[in-house]
């Protein structure tokens, strides 16, 4: 089960990096993965579900770097965390940001910063939690999406601070 899905996983991504989702049939993704056809369905519904799985695992990843460092109110961390992670798979943040996945990833950027937002407080903030979510991520999917296309290529610490000024530090509640 479990080899399977990585299987799947690896070649939707191998096959993201080659051409946007909306090109890629299940054929490929299961040639690739080096299953059969049938295979797949006993894992994944259709190819959008396996999509919003490679989105959760890569989002689940970052959260996990960035968060615990932001709820320690030290933003610009957080944003460096974020971009290092985001710049050491930068070939898959690219192909995830890019043409038909990057609605996927943020829906399922917003469900799991809404999960997190949800178990902290929104103490003194002029900014609704949900809006604050919703902004958040929608900037820092942005911000990425463009610092992956951009040339010349900006370093993750120049990044960083802009998505910290621009994007996370105005959501966070006065210190």
Known sequence: MMKTRTAL?????R??????????TLREITKTAGIGYATFFRHYPDKKVLLNDLAADQIK????????ILFAIDSRA??????TYVDTHRKLWSAL?????????????????????AGSPN???????DLSVVYAVGGTIDVLAWWLRESPYLSIDRIAEILDRLVIAPTLPPK
């Open 9 to 13: 996983l690896s070649a939707l991504l």
């Open 15 to 24: 096959l993201l990096t080659e051409r946007p989702f909306e090109q890629i």
């Open 61 to 68: 990843e970052l959260l996990a770097l960035a968060v615990p």
């Open 78 to 83: 957080a944003a460096t965390a974020l971009c």
């Open 97 to 117: 940001l890019a043409g038909g996945a990057v609605g996927t990833m943020r829906e399922e950027f917003v469900r799991q910063a809404k999960e997190i937002a």
């Open 123 to 129: 103490h003194d903030s002029w900014l609704p939690g």
